[in-house]
């Protein structure tokens, strides 16, 4: 089927990442061009936008400034704007319940998964009003639909996403264009570099999928090939605030053995 994706500029927040990097490869191979927006891994960025003859973008998504400054500067090397998939975020790998936590890591967390999304969103949807269409997916957690203990603070900004923040962009963005759409993602365990050293013990990916309809652990490619499908007007035209949860039929956390 034809998504209708060929020629459309997409930005892609965290491109140099595991999920991002298969979400720029996904958009390219639909014929759209692509920014491939990275804030330090500058050498893998670079790869990727090699390898899906992108542009790369740098900018840090919780500085204000910065992330005002993405969205021109991928509209302009990219020719056209279309598409944002606010992909960037951060997971901290230590557990620490919410008595253990420091304020600084809580700030920091909610900067590096909320804040940042917001203010893409923002540049976006400024965009959005001059040129009356685009598409946003955001791409958030099962840890913000089931919680994730040791994990407040990434579970509460992924949980605000899916949850006040889409709701209330898929109502605003028909104001500036009547046919644009807010969806998000919310990927589980998918194995990436950045979950590597966990997905790698057997033990504790028998205890995550058992929760799971599919007996298997997630792969970046099929949380990519879903986020296509969502910022197609040819395939999701009439889909907006829903949010599509990639993790094999996952219905919830194992709290105890």
């Not at 007996?215 to 969502?230: E, F, Q, S």
Request: aromatic fraction near 6%; include cysteine; charge should be negative.
């Amino acid at each position: 089927m034809d998504t209708g994706l060929g020629g459309k500029g997409v930005l892609v927040t965290g491109a140099a990442g595991g999920i991002g990097s298969a979400v720029a490869r996904a958009f390219a191979a639909e014929g759209a061009r692509v920014g491939v927006h990275y804030r330090s891994s500058k050498a893998r960025a670079e790869s990727v936008a090699f390898e899906v003859d992108g542009v790369v973008l740098q900018a840090d998504l919780t500085v204000e400034s910065e992330a005002d400054e993405l969205v021109p500067a991928a509209a302009a090397a990219l020719g056209r704007l279309d598409v944002l998939v606010a992909n960037a975020g951060d997971w901290p790998s230590e557990d620490a319940p919410v008595w253990d936590m420091s304020y600084e890591r809580w700030r920091r967390y909610l900067a590096a998964n909320l804040d940042s999304v917001f203010l893409s969103c923002r540049a976006f949807l400024r965009h959005v009003k001059q040129t009356g269409e685009g598409n946003i997916v955001i791409v958030a957690s099962t840890a913000g639909i089931f919680g994730e203990a040791g994990h407040s603070d990434y579970a509460a900004a992924k949980g605000a996403l899916v949850a006040g923040f889409l709701k209330s962009l898929k109502n605003e963005v028909v104001r500036i264009a009547p046919r644009g759409r807010v969806n998000a993602v919310a990927p589980g365990w998918t194995a990436t570099d950045m979950t590597r050293d966990f997905v790698g013990d057997r033990d504790f990916v028998a205890k995550i999928t058992r929760t799971m309809a599919l007996d298997k652990l997630g792969a970046a490619d099929d949380v990519a090939r879903t986020i296509v499908a969502l910022a197609s007007d040819a395939i999701s035209g009439h889909v907006s605030g829903e949010v599509v949860t990639v993790a094999g039929g996952m219905e919830g956390r194992i709290l105890r053995e």
